[in-house]
């Protein structure tokens, strides 16, 4: 029973373009939500990251986005640049700052230049 | 150091045999996660220590898994007797106490393969 789906093994995107990443949960208890990066042989590195109570967080070119009454979340890359290509996972947790993360099974962003 | 050293990088371990995974996290961090991520999978959540202490190693997947982190700095993932379906990259990671709202720093991992 996956707590948090990412749908899409795989994206493609022509750099410059925008890249929009989505990721479900079937958790409502969730209340911290996070994207981490990883490149081939290293650890996940974390990216941005949004609390329940705001639906939207912007860090340069990535934004993310939370809409809690559909238990979804999708992070914009904008404009995407061939750098940006790796695996992106979402991930989740409960309230408590030291609950341990939940993730999906990634999507590898491939930026096209 | 600066981040989270994880030894050894590749593992290869022959079925049955015992193996030791160690992690060194970023000094003053006090928790301390191990996940285990298959091939295709996200990581998957081991355990977790606050100091020494052990406080959730629900995701341990059978008693063969043990994890120690005596001092409350250095963590091994020992794995007994090992089996091919623990073939996996172990990744630790370490973050303050509650700050996790930056996430975890994540090491690079341990790939082990059993054969």
């Known amino acids: 029973d996956q707590q948090v789906k990412q749908n899409s093994p795989s994206l493609s995107v022509q750099e410059g373009r925008i890249s929009i990443l989505n990721c479900d949960y079937t958790n409502s208890m969730f209340d911290y939500f996070l994207w981490y990066k990883k490149y081939p042989a290293e650890g996940p590195t974390f990216l941005i990251s949004i609390s329940s109570i705001k639906d939207k967080n912007e860090d340069g070119r990535f934004t993310v986005f939370l809409n809690k009454s559909a238990k979804h979340l999708s992070l914009h890359i904008v404009p995407s640049q061939p750098g940006d290509s790796a695996v992106y996972f979402c991930a989740a947790r409960g309230s408590s700052g030291n609950t341990p993360l939940v993730f999906g099974k990634g999507t590898r962003l491939s930026v096209i230049a | 150091g600066a981040g989270v050293s994880q030894s050894p990088r590749y593992k290869v371990a022959k079925r049955g045999q015992d193996v030791a995974l160690r992690c060194d996290p970023i000094?003053?961090?006090?928790?301390l996660f191990w996940y285990q991520q298959a091939l295709g999978q996200g990581p998957e959540f081991l355990t977790y220590?606050?100091?020494?202490?052990?406080?959730?190693k629900s995701g341990l997947p059978s008693d063969r898994f043990f994890a120690e982190r005596p001092e409350g700095s250095v963590s091994t993932l020992k794995i007994q007797r090992t089996q091919q379906e623990d073939s996996a990259v172990y990744l630790c990671?370490?973050?303050?106490?509650?700050?996790?709202?930056?996430?975890?720093?994540f090491g690079s991992g341990t790939r082990l393969t059993v054969v």
């Open positions: 000094s003053g961090h006090v928790s």
């Open positions: 990671a370490s973050s303050l106490a509650g700050t996790a709202n930056y996430g975890y720093t």
């Open positions: 220590f606050q100091n020494e202490a052990q406080l959730d």
